[in-house]
């Protein structure tokens, strides 16, 4: 049996700047953290020649054309196994759609699974890249590539997105001082509501697409923020980093009316009046968690308690994608 797994990840600056429709034309910078929590993949040869593939549902076929699960079945392709006798289940520490990056997770714990059944080696950047294949140019779908190079490489990285489709990857470049205590101050709170990213995300590809100057506009701020973002935790300056959360979630809250709503905006403030410094809602928007960064973290904590959400712990991931069993 291969097991592989591949962290989540929390955006902290830049979001929506690694969408092709934008990098193609302006490139695009966004930071981004994997976390301690994970997409699992487990594989096993079985005795017939059937495939059987685990998730949500149970699929039994004999081909992989067959497969309704669009990422595996195009994954099995990529990789070249053609008449697969395979078990293929997958399980997560936290739900899809939640804002986390769980298909780019799956994606590339998918590939790092199958690549180690051929007993092949595969680097980050090549298993990224693959992954975004699948995802963006063989399955259509109107999503970045922040979620598929931060599972693989782990981290907390600073992501340049090249007009040409090159992908630059550096570590940010903080103290172990700051490192920890950014760690320590990031509290993510579940919403209880989930969506789908691809449906928000549409919205501002197709706007990018058709040159919006509205969305370019927001876009370009974005990544102007990321790159503020980015000076303030490397001078240790976590304060100024929740400040410019702040400013990047009421700007981000433009972006599309499905954004947010009512409720969250709701549970937003009330942090804000409870000892969060600044906020913003992680990935694509409409649901999922809730990202604070406080000063005050105990009367946080009890703050949105009394709200019922569900505090999610978690510590940065410096691994990526790997084997974890063979």
Wanted: net charge neutral; hydrophobic share 35%; aromatic share 8%.
């Amino acid at each position: 049996m291969i097991i592989a797994r591949s962290p989540l990840r929390i955006t902290l600056g830049g979001g929506g700047t690694d969408l092709p429709s934008y990098y193609q034309e302006h490139s695009g910078f966004l930071i981004a953290a994997a976390i301690d929590k994970y997409v699992y993949i487990t594989l096993h040869q079985t005795f017939h020649q059937e495939l059987i593939v685990k998730y949500s549902k149970l699929e039994k076929v004999q081909t992989i054309e067959e497969l309704e699960h669009p990422i595996v079945r195009e994954a099995l392709k990529a990789v070249g196994i053609e008449q697969p006798s395979l078990e293929i289940t997958s399980m997560a520490d936290i739900p899809a759609g939640t804002g986390l990056g769980s298909s780019g997770s799956f994606t590339t714990a998918l590939l790092k699974t199958l690549h180690a059944y051929r007993k092949v080696m595969i680097q980050p950047a090549e298993l990224a890249e693959q992954a975004c294949d699948i995802e963006l140019n063989r399955l259509h779908e109107p999503i970045g590539k922040q979620d598929q190079y931060i599972a693989a490489f782990g981290g907390v990285n600073c992501f340049k997105f090249m007009p040409d489709g090159r992908v630059d990857v550096s570590p940010l470049r903080v103290s172990e001082e700051t490192l920890l205590n950014l760690e320590d101050n990031l509290l993510l709170f579940y919403t209880g509501q989930t969506r789908s990213a691809s449906k928000i995300l549409k919205h501002q590809d197709e706007q990018s697409k058709a040159r919006d100057k509205t969305m370019i506009e927001n876009l370009h701020f974005m990544k102007d923020l990321a790159k503020e973002s980015q000076k303030a935790l490397e001078s240790g300056d976590i304060g100024e980093f929740a400040r410019l959360m702040d400013i990047h979630w009421q700007r981000k809250r433009e972006r599309s009316a499905e954004m947010s709503n009512s409720e969250i905006n709701h549970f937003y403030e009330h942090g804000k009046a409870n000892g969060a410094l600044g906020g913003k809602l992680i990935g694509a928007g409409g649901g999922g968690f809730l990202m604070f960064c406080s000063e005050d973290k105990s009367r946080l904590r009890h703050a949105m308690r009394e709200k019922g959400l569900k505090e999610v712990r978690f510590r940065f991931d410096f691994h990526g994608t790997q084997v974890i069993a063979q």
